[in-house]
Every structure is written in structure tokens, then in C-alpha cells.
């Protein structure tokens, strides 16, 4: 069965900041899929981005960046000089064939961040 | 190029009342799913369909949830008798299809939020 664990509940920063949302997953399968989604507080989910197992290049987008460790089974999402836009609970998921690639979510980080 | 439609953005039904929930996928979408969010949960999967199809429903509650995708016309998910803990944010989501779960991305609706009173 697989499993996401974001261990940090909520986060507050400070404009211009940089914050890393951290995200732990655990599955037996060697091919899978992780997404991370914005909920902004009007509370439409954003799709950011779609990672399969076998990339674990690094990437990054304007002022997001991910950080994908196999060897850690950690997807994590970093934002340089956050902004009050940023503010929104982010969520990580995976899928795998063991749930028939329907994903799982994780309980979601929230981020704050002041002006 | 209109994303995923949900509608009504907000419900308030009381106890023992139906809630209808509409989902209209993203143009060129096949594939819908439904999922709940409690509060400060994160979303748990309920109900997968194609066109006419419930391909995977183990995340619906055997009783009073229901959900369809017609030929024509947007998915519906279906709650009889409503009690308080049906209150949350339902969000639908859709897919292109083309390698379904595997390999298609999600793009989700706004979120229908249910109230029970």
C-alpha cells in the first residue's frame, strides 16, 4: 500500500523567503508517479507538477523548484523568495499500479506567508 | 479552453435531504474522479468513471453515495440521505484518457462544498 507523509502541518515565513515543503512517500513499486497541487484559499486545486520514478533529475520552474531523492523516497518542494501569493496549503501524492494509480494524497502543508 | 466545472460551488442541505453534485470535465476529457476533503484532511479518492462506466468506486461508501457519467451531460456524484458527516469539500477531477491512470494527469475542479446542517 502506499502512503504520503507531510510531517509539516504549517509553515509561516516571511516575504522573499525561501521555504522547502517536505515530502516523505512509501510504495513497493518500482514505477510510480508524484504530483504536487496548490490549493490557494479560494480553494481550487493547481496542478504544479508530474514526476515518474525513473527521472530524478531535478527540476526547476521560475521560483519553484523540486528535489526528488530516491534513496530518501523524498519529493521535495522548494520556493525561493516567496511571496504572499505563495500562501496556500500544497499537497503531495503518488500513484502506483498497487492502487491501480489512483493517487494518494498527502494531509497537506499549509504555507503563510507574511508581507 | 474552459478547465473542470463544478457546480454548485457551495450546497447546504439538511439531515435526510439528497445532494446532487455536477462535475463537467475539461474539453476532450474521458476520464473522471471524484474525491472528498474533510477539514484540514488531505483529498481521499472515491470514485473513478469513464462514459457510462464506473471503472473503480473503493473509495465510495457502500450506501447512500452513488455516482454516474452519462454519455451526454456532466458526472454526477449522488448523496441520499444526508447526515452531518457528509459535510466536506467534494472536488472532481478529470483526465484526458489517452493512457488512463498511469499516465494522465489530474486537473481538478473547484470544489463543490457540502454543508449539512
Known amino acids: 500500500a502506499q502512503k504520503v507523509t507531510q510531517a509539516q502541518t504549517e509553515i509561516s515565513v516571511v516575504e522573499k523567503e525561501d521555504v522547502t515543503l517536505d515530502c516523505v512517500y512509501e510504495?513497493?513499486?518500482?514505477?510510480?508517479?508524484l504530483f504536487w497541487y496548490k490549493q490557494p484559499p479560494s480553494g481550487e486545486l493547481v496542478f504544479l507538477i508530474r514526476?515518474?520514478?525513473?527521472?530524478?533529475q531535478n527540476e526547476i520552474s521560475g521560483r519553484y523548484s523540486w528535489n526528488f531523492q530516491k534513496s530518501t523516497s523524498s519529493f521535495n518542494f522548494t520556493i525561493t523568495a516567496s511571496q504572499v501569493v505563495d500562501s496556500a496549503v500544497y499537497f503531495c501524492?503518488?500513484?502506483?499500479?498497487?492502487?491501480?494509480?489512483?493517487?494518494?494524497f498527502g494531509r497537506g502543508t499549509s504555507l503563510i506567508v507574511h508581507p | 479552453n474552459a478547465g473542470v466545472m463544478q457546480n454548485p460551488r457551495h450546497l447546504v442541505r439538511r439531515r435526510g435531504q439528497e445532494a446532487r453534485l455536477r462535475c463537467s470535465p475539461m474539453?476532450?476529457?474521458?476520464?473522471v474522479y471524484w474525491y472528498r476533503q474533510l477539514p484540514e484532511e488531505g483529498l481521499k479518492f472515491m470514485v473513478y468513471?469513464?462514459?457510462?462506466?464506473?471503472?473503480?468506486e473503493s473509495g465510495m461508501p457502500k450506501e447512500r453515495f452513488s455516482a454516474e457519467f452519462p454519455k451526454e451531460g456532466p458526472s454526477i456524484l449522488r448523496i441520499q440521505q444526508v447526515v452531518r458527516g457528509d459535510s466536506a469539500a467534494y472536488f472532481c477531477?478529470?483526465?484526458?484518457?489517452?493512457?488512463?491512470?498511469?499516465?494522465?494527469?489530474?486537473?481538478f475542479g473547484p470544489g463543490t462544498r457540502l454543508t449539512v446542517l
Open positions: 477531477a478529470s483526465s484526458p484518457g489517452r493512457g488512463g491512470p498511469s499516465t494522465d494527469t489530474q486537473y
Open positions: 510504495t513497493r513499486d518500482t514505477t510510480y508517479y
Open positions: 514526476r515518474n520514478s525513473f527521472d530524478e
Open positions: 501524492a503518488l500513484s502506483d499500479p498497487g492502487g491501480s494509480y489512483i493517487p494518494t
Open positions: 474539453k476532450g476529457h474521458s476520464h
Open positions: 468513471l469513464q462514459k457510462e462506466n464506473i471503472i473503480d
